[in-house]
């Protein structure tokens, strides 16, 4: 019997701590929705000041050329 119930405690220990690393995981996962939510938010900030600036246009973010529409 202490053998099955040092087994049991165990096992119940090794949950224990999945379910401590799922809640870790869940936190990090909600600080990255966050992170990639602010980064969105800026670029269209950017955007709109950039559009606000030089007009309606396209860039092209490996030259810098922007294409103002015709």
Known sequence: LKSFQ?????????L????LSKIKL?????LIKDEIKK???EEQ????????KYGKGS????TGIFTPVE
């Open 39 to 41: 980064i969105e938010t």
């Open 6 to 14: 040092s087994r049991l405690d165990q096992v119940l220990s090794q």
């Open 26 to 30: 869940d936190e990090q996962e909600t």
């Open 59 to 62: 860039l092209d973010i490996e």
């Open 16 to 19: 224990g701590r999945v379910h």
């Open 45 to 52: 900030e950017l955007a709109k000041t950039l559009s606000d």
